[in-house]
């Protein structure tokens, strides 16, 4: 069984910053891309990023790049999601989850554990 536990959300002003850490459980963490997705109220989830099981590649939805970094731990068996420049409507639930490959992907049902999810919060 592998668990996620999201954690360093909170409330930020636009223009703010705030990184996210997901700290999971069991052994087979480095053998596994991580990704980080979100949902706002009404709204699907939707792809924020991904990291391959080595860190050494990346991939972000368009209305994040140059703002978002994925970066990843894997002594720590923890992932991080550095958020830059936020803006309103990055306010959500997000959540991170393991792919059941070694290299990221944009597809939902391609991540076989999902953390609770910790919500972010940025004002006007």
């Known amino acids: 069984q592998v668990e996620l536990v999201e954690s360093g959300g909170g409330l930020v002003q636009a223009g703010g910053s705030l990184r996210l850490s997901c700290a999971a459980s069991?052994?087979?963490?480095?053998?596994?891309?991580m990704g980080w997705f979100r949902q706002a109220p009404g709204k699907e989830r939707e792809f924020v990023g991904a990291?391959?099981?080595?860190?050494?590649?990346?991939k972000y939805a368009d209305f994040v790049k140059g703002r978002f970094t994925i970066s990843r731990d894997n002594a720590k068996n923890t992932v991080y999601l550095q958020m830059n420049s936020l803006k309103p409507e990055d306010t959500a639930v997000y959540c991170c989850a393991r792919s059941k490959l070694a290299v990221g992907s944009t597809i939902v049902w391609e991540y076989d554990y999902w953390g609770q999810g910790t919500q972010v919060t940025v004002s006007s």
């Open positions: 069991g052994r087979t963490f480095s053998s596994h891309a």
């Open positions: 990291i391959s099981w080595s860190g050494g590649s990346t």
